[in-house]
Every structure is written in structure tokens, then in C-alpha cells.
């Protein structure tokens, strides 16, 4: 890989490393430290915590040249300077830090430790400037040389003491070089296998980190994550005192193995302290699994494939029953560290499969165990692939070490993670199994909890949708484009909504409501408020009325109903709208005559629920080609903003040109809904008022006459003549015989109002003044009456009636000929 930086001069030959040597084996905690191209530190490791006394928290996202003390004890220090016999050419540090360099640079130099116990460290550095398009451009390695010296012994190789140096090599200089190249991204912090093998790359160009002593033997620098200080400290005590020829002090094996056994358990802790802060960072199921996937890779294992049930990708409930051989098992992610599309084809993300019994899958999966194979021998190997139809994955599997870990949440498997090492590395054993055990708990957790979120917001979300309306884009008179946006912080589902609600005498309602709060209680309280003002509509109440009656029902609901409403009616004949307001942001009229907007200046009652506070009707006169803009606070309301500002940008981006409806919805929305820190739910309405021209009208008054009857016929037929309706004219003069027939029966006063309207389509009324509704009869044979609606509801296209103040209206409506010449959208 062409890493793009110049490589390190070429080292000295070497010489055979001396048996005898004392503490050379080159294995050492390590410090890690990743800086970016801004000089600020992104990445602090455990070991860098340990050398230089700043905690994780601390360090990541200050200088590093602040934070690396070795940088000022370089130059001008004061410092004794381990390098004074270099000069001017000596290492810098400051350099590397800065970004001056485009080679690899290695060091030495002591610092007091900031700690109140601290002394003076003396310690060793190497610097990687790396490049490519992730944000580390630099990589910084350290050490404390008094790992490898006695307590006050002279770096500087005087006193007869050999001085060590830190250096590069290539890797393939030394025996067993794979390994240490395997080895190698043991040092690098967590992150994606793409990104680890762009860094591990461009390291083993630059140059692999050794040791160097006198004569210019090396030895090459392996991590030793968990070794404590005083266990370094004494092994390097013991080797100086037989270099200096003191008495040899016999290491103690139980003491040694203990120390080993305590630097594993420490770094296995280490390691899932750190993938429990990794993963879990959303509540995103994807994202949730992505992190997961990565996580282990390549710390743990060089190969992790990880399976779930249907259901939680699904996002469906929990998982009902054990599975079996018969369940389905979907590949989210396969994370890996061999070379890029390897394992893609054989194994794709996305595959659902299931795994027969007497396997290791099928073995974790009942057992909720981890299931440990040390060595995949070729037979199993064959036995694994033969599951996978048309695909040979017996090169990918045979020969390498696998645990399979299952991931539980409440005592149920949701699926388990196939973990595989290369040969060249060591095969999994018992301590690996209870790591991989202890990870797949926590990621268990953290999958059940992204899954019960997704889900919660799925039923949310169908709730939701299942309440908001479907608005007709027609209705007489006007026409209707509505935008609906989920909230983005506090929670998708809320209380907002709207609606158009048909009246008659071609009369609209047009609605916008809001309850406070979010979540399933929100959406089910708006739906049954929304309800509530679907059945007032019906009524033909005044908007003051309607508001009094659901404020009334708001409180016998609970004290914690409480939402506000803006409820408006508009008549297409009288060219007015009739508009109540409970506490919610006044709407927008945007004038057809001369392009400017309004914010109406409505009597502002209090919110539904509230109580004791009376609302007013406010009457706006409008005209043809006016656009009424109905909205929630959400789409003007900004944490940290005044609410005037947003009302000034609806005004404003309300007036401006839009070709359709559907356009100035959009407008809008990319004006006020696109601002930085909107949380709420949004709900928009936008009504352009067309009217309805007084020759599309006739209306007449019938007397309580049966004779009447025949002159309404007679009038009807006469009126869609004068239309150009003569298709329909049959039909139509069929339906208004029955419905004035039944009105003038039930009439109690002097007259009987027949009203035809001509819009997108026919529509009839006939008012009366007896409030009980007419219902569908099931007529027998000998039955004189109970026929009438029947025959209308088998002509219209829709009928229907309604209660009003006075009375009642029965209406019916029935669409044009396909060969009338009447221009739609009247």
C-alpha cells in the first residue's frame, strides 16, 4: 500500500540480539496517542493514561502538544538531554506534533510526572505521520525506559551502562516477522478494520518500532497491554543487577505467573470497558449492530459475522419460544481484517438462513451458552460449508480457531456473533470464552434496547398515521395541500394534526390542533380529540361553540388533556371564513389581489382543557385565489429564538410564488422546518380559497305542498339544462323527488330551501327544519314507504346528512359526463 510518506532511512545491518541480555525482550506497556491534522488528540490510551498522568476525559480533544511533556524536555529544557551527542539532528518531537514532518521520528527524554506521587519518567517515543481520508495524521507510541533500566542508572550509556535507543526496522528483519505483523494492530485504538489496516500499513512501511542498544543490536517492540510498573520495574531491576554483576536474584515462578495472570484479567477488563463505551452510542438498530460487529475486530478476533432473529430486525415484539432448526436467522454484519470483498460474496449481509441441530450455531443458540472450538479441523470445516448451498467457504473457515457467543436479552438468544481467528494467531481459549461470553451480554442489552425503540416507534408511528387524516385535496370551493414532520429529539410520535371536515352548504372546516407532550399518549389523546371535532363538525357549530364543547369534554377526559386548536369554516358562496382560536398560533392569509400576507389578529382563547375561558368567532371576509396557512408551533418555534421571528418567516415565505400547493408546502417547510434545533412534531395546512361564483349556485324555496314536489323536478332538470348537464338530468331529477319528498313530509314550518351547486361536482342539498336524521329502511314487498333512499343511494356517488342550528340538511353529490365541456377545479 503506497502510503503516501517518504520511508524511513534504511537501518543499520543487525547483529544476532545477546541471549545474556538484560531486560531486551522488547515487550512493554505501550502508550497510544492518535493525533489530527488540527494537533488535538483523538485518541488516548489506557498505557498514555498510565505514563503521562491524564485521564482519557481529559486529554481527548486538547492540544497534544500540551499534553506530550516529552515535547518540552526535547528542546531547552533545562533537561539532561539523552541525545546531547546528536546535536542539532537529534529527534523532535515538537516537530512530529506540529506536522512539520513526512517521516517517522523516534526519541528519548525525561519529564517530572504531574502526579502528586510522581517523579521523574524517563521515556522512550516513536512518531508515525500518517495520511489517507480519516482524520488521524498522527501516531504516537510510548514507553517508560525504566522498564528496561534500574532505578538511577544513566541513560546516556555512561557508568559502563549500554544505552538503548528507540528506533525502526523493517518487521521482516526478524524471526517470526507474520506474527509481528499480526501483532500490530494490538497497539492501535479501536476503530473500523478499513481504517486499522490503512494505519497498520503505512507503520510497517515507515518502519517497525525496535529497541536499540550498543553495537546496534535491535530488538523489535511487542505490546504488553497489562504488565503493572512494579512487575517491569523488578524484572529490569533483576536483569542490571547481573549486567552489573551483584547478585542474582532468582525470579519466583508462582510470583511471575500470578503477575501474568493479574495483566490479563486487568486487560481483558480494559478491553470490554472500552467496547461497552463504544457500542450503544444510538438507539438506531443499524447503527447498533454496526458498532457491535466492530468492536471486536481486530482486538479480539480477525473475523466477526454476527446473525439475529427475524423479529428484531424486523422490529417486531420479542421473540416468541426457543428457536429450533426451523428458525430463520438474519447476517446483519461481517466485520473482518483480510482483504477488502473476500467474505462478501460467500457470505453477504442480508442472507436469512437457519442452522441445523448437532451444530455449533445451533448448539449456542438453545444453550444461550458460548460454544468454544479451538481448531476448525477439515472435517467439521466440511460439515460447516455444506450449510451454505453453492458456496464453498471451507478456505475461509478451515484451520482457524472459532467461539461462537450468543446474544441474550431477559434469558432470550436474539441471535449470537461467529468470532474466527487466522492460524498465525492464537487459538481461542477458556479466558477468550468468558470475555466473548461477558461482550455478548452487553451487547445483548444494548441490541434489546435499540430493538424495544425501534419497535415503540414503529407502533408510534402506525398509531399516528392510523389518526391523521387522509385531507381530501378537493373540497367545494377550495383546494388543500397538507406537510406532516415527525419530531427529531423528543421523540418521533406527538400530538399534532389536522383536517378538513365537508358541511354543508359547500361549507369547509379546516383544522389544526396540537396536544402538549409526545409520545403514545400524545398520539392517543389527539386521536380522540380529533374525533370529538369530526362529530361537533357534523353539528354545524360556531367555531366558539365547537371549541366550549371539546374544552367541556377535554376536562371530563382528565386534567391532563390539554391541546391547543385553531378551527376555521369557510363559505365558498359568502366569500368569508368563520375562524375560532384556543391557544394556538394565529394563522396566515396570503391575498390573491395583491400577493401580501397577514397574521390574522384572532381572539386568543386558552387552551383546550384549560377551562372557565370563553372563546370568540372572529369573521374574515376573503377572496377567490386567497390562501389560507394553518400551522403548529413546531414549525416556528426554536428553542433560543423568539416566536416572532418564525411567525415572520411563515408571513414571508407564505407570499412567495409557488406554482402548485404542493410546491408552497415546500417552501415553507424548507424555510422553518430545516432550522437547527426544532424538536416538536409539525403539522401544516394550506387551503387555497376558490370560491364558488354565484351563476354556479341555484337556490329555491319550496312551500309544504306535496305539489311542490313536481316543481322542484321541474326546476332541477331546468337548471342543469342551462348547464350543459342534460346527461345527468334523469338521475338527478329522480334523487330530488325522493329527498324533497321526504323533507316536505317532515317539515314543520312554512318552506324547504333546494340548493344545487355546481363545482368539481353536482352537488344537491335540501334543508328542513326537523333535526331527525333519515336512516335506511329495509322495505318489504307491501311497504309504502322506506324506498326513497335507497334509490339515492344507488344513483349518488355519495350522500349523506347533517344536524344544523335550524334543522337538518340531506345532501347528495354526483360526478359530471365524461362528455360535459365543464372545466374541472371550478
Not at 528483519?173 to 490503512?198: H, K
Not at 495483566?263 to 438498530?285: C, H, K, P, T, W
Not at 402506525?462 to 378537493?474: E, G, I, N, Y
Request: glycine share 10%.
Amino acid at each position: 500500500m503506497d502510503s503516501g510518506v517518504p520511508p524511513a532511512p534504511p537501518p543499520p545491518p543487525l547483529s544476532p540480539p545477546r541471549d545474556q541480555r538484560p531486560g531486551t525482550s522488547g515487550r512493554m506497556p505501550l502508550a497510544v496517542v492518535v493525533v489530527d491534522a488540527e494537533g488535538l488528540v483523538t485518541h488516548w490510551s489506557t498505557g498514555a493514561r498510565r505514563l503521562f498522568g491524564h485521564d482519557k476525559e481529559t486529554a481527548v480533544g486538547r492540544p497534544a502538544i500540551e499534553l506530550l511533556p516529552v515535547s518540552g524536555a526535547l528542546r531547552g529544557s533545562g533537561n539532561a538531554d539523552p541525545y546531547g551527542d546528536l546535536g542539532p539532528d537529534r529527534p523532535d518531537l515538537d516537530a512530529s506534533l506540529a506536522g512539520a514532518t513526512s517521516y517517522p521520528t523516534a526519541g528519548r527524554a525525561r519529564f517530572t510526572d504531574p502526579r502528586p506521587d510522581g517523579g521523574r519518567v524517563d521515556v522512550l517515543w516513536w512518531a508515525y505521520p500518517l495520511v489517507g481520508p480519516g482524520p488521524e495524521r498522527l501516531l504516537v507510541l510510548a514507553a517508560d525506559a525504566g522498564q528496561l533500566h534500574p532505578e538511577g542508572d544513566d541513560p546516556d550509556g555512561e557508568a559502563g551502562v549500554e544505552r538503548i535507543a528507540p528506533a525502526f526496522a523493517l518487521h521482516t528483519d526478524f524471526p517470526g516477522y507474520r506474527e509481528l505483523a499480526g501483532q500490530l494492530p494490538e497497539i492501535l485504538p479501536s476503530m473500523s478494520v478499513r481504517e486499522a489496516t490503512r494505519i497498520v500499513s503505512q507503520v510497517l512501511e515507515l518502519g517497525y518500532p525496535v529497541l536499540e542498544f550498543s553495537h546496534h543490536d535491535r530488538v523489535p517492540v511487542t505490546p504488553d497491554w497489562g504488565v503493572p510498573r512494579r512487575a517491569g520495574r523488578g524484572a529490569a531491576r533483576q536483569g542490571s543487577n547481573r549486567a552489573e554483576g551483584a547478585d542474582q536474584t532468582v525470579p519466583d515462578p508462582e510470583q511471575e505467573r500470578q503477575d501474568l495472570e493479574y495483566a490479563a484479567v486487568r486487560e481483558r477488563l480494559e478491553f470490554l470497558n472500552e467496547v461497552s463505551g463504544r457500542i450503544g452510542s444510538s438507539l438506531d438498530l443499524a447503527v447498533t449492530i454496526q458498532e457491535v460487529s466492530a468492536a471486536v475486530v481486530p482486538r479480539l478476533t480477525d473475523v466477526a459475522g454476527t446473525y439475529l432473529r427475524e423479529q428484531v430486525v424486523a422490529g417486531e415484539g420479542f421473540p416468541e419460544g426457543p428457536p429450533d432448526a426451523t428458525t430463520l436467522w438474519h447476517r446483519v454484519a461481517v466485520e473482518h481484517v483480510d482483504a477488502p470483498g473476500r467474505w462478501d460474496d460467500v457470505v453477504p449481509v442480508g442472507e436469512s438462513m437457519p442452522f441445523p441441530v448437532h451444530t455449533p450455531f445451533f448448539q449456542c443458540m438453545t444453550t444461550g451458552e458460548p460454544v468454544l472450538v479451538p481448531h476448525i479441523s477439515e472435517e467439521m470445516g466440511t460439515a460447516i460449508a455444506s450449510q451454505f448451498e453453492k458456496r464453498d467457504i471451507r478456505p475461509l473457515i478451515s484451520g482457524r480457531s472459532m467461539l461462537v457467543v450468543p446474544l441474550k436479552a431477559r434469558n432470550v438468544v436474539l441471535g449470537f456473533m461467529i468470532l474466527l481467528r487466522h492460524p498465525q494467531r492464537a487459538r481461542f481459549n477458556d479466558m477468550d470464552r468468558v470475555t466473548g461470553a461477558e461482550l455478548a451480554a452487553r451487547a445483548g442489552l444494548v441490541l434489546d434496547n435499540a430493538r424495544m425503540y425501534t419497535y415503540q416507534e414503529s407502533v408510534a408511528e402506525t398509531l399516528q398515521d392510523s389518526m391523521l387524516p387522509h385531507v381530501a385535496r378537493r373540497m367545494p370551493g377550495c383546494d388543500t395541500a397538507t406537510r406532516y414532520l415527525p419530531g427529531t429529539l423528543l421523540g418521533r410520535v406527538g400530538g399534532d394534526w389536522f383536517d378538513s371536515i365537508k358541511l354543508p352548504g359547500s361549507r369547509t372546516a379546516l383544522v389544526v390542533g396540537d396536544v402538549m407532550g409526545h409520545g403514545l399518549n400524545a398520539a392517543a389523546m389527539m386521536g380522540q380529540l380529533r374525533t370529538a371535532v369530526q362529530t361537533m363538525a357534523a353539528l354545524d357549530l360556531p367555531p366558539a361553540q365547537l371549541l366550549r364543547n371539546l374544552d367541556d369534554l377535554a376536562q371530563r377526559l382528565g386534567e391532563h388533556y390539554l391541546a391547543t386548536c385553531l378551527y376555521a369554516v369557510y363559505d365558498p358562496t359568502g366569500g368569508e371564513l368563520l375562524l375560532g382560536n384556543a391557544g394556538h398560533v394565529p394563522p396566515v392569509l396570503v391575498r390573491a389581489r395583491d400577493g401580501r400576507s397577514v397574521l390574522l389578529d384572532l381572539p386568543t382563547g386558552a387552551p383546550i382543557g384549560v377551562g372557565g375561558v370563553p372563546f370568540e368567532t372572529a369573521r374574515v371576509p376573503v377572496e377567490p385565489g386567497d390562501r389560507l396557512v394553518m400551522c403548529t408551533d413546531g414549525l416556528v418555534e426554536v428553542r433560543g429564538e423568539d416566536i416572532g421571528v418564525g411567525l415572520a418567516t411563515l408571513c414571508e415565505s407564505a407570499a412567495h410564488p409557488a406554482a402548485s400547493m404542493d410546491d408552497a408546502c415546500d417552501t415553507i417547510i424548507r424555510a422553518l422546518g430545516t432550522r437547527g434545533g426544532r424538536r416538536d412534531d409539525v403539522a401544516l395546512l394550506m387551503a387555497r380559497l376558490n370560491g364558488i361564483g354565484t351563476d354556479d349556485v341555484a337556490r329555491w324555496r319550496l312551500a309544504i305542498d306535496a305539489r311542490e314536489v313536481a316543481r322542484a323536478r321541474k326546476l332541477a332538470v331546468g337548471r342543469l339544462r342551462q348547464w350543459g348537464l342534460d346527461e345527468i338530468a334523469w338521475q338527478v331529477e329522480l334523487m330530488v323527488s325522493e329527498v324533497v319528498t321526504n323533507a316536505l313530509r317532515h317539515a314543520h314550518r312554512s318552506h324547504v330551501e333546494l340548493r344545487l351547486v355546481r363545482g368539481d361536482e353536482l352537488l344537491c342539498e335540501v334543508v328542513d327544519d326537523d333535526h331527525t336524521l333519515p336512516a335506511l329502511l329495509a322495505a318489504g314487498p307491501d311497504d309504502e314507504f322506506g324506498r326513497g333512499l335507497r334509490v339515492v343511494s344507488a344513483l349518488a356517488r355519495e350522500w349523506g346528512s347533517s344536524r344544523t342550528g335550524e334543522g337538518k340538511t340531506v345532501w347528495f353529490e354526483t360526478p359530471f359526463p365524461a362528455s360535459s365541456s365543464l372545466p374541472r377545479g371550478r
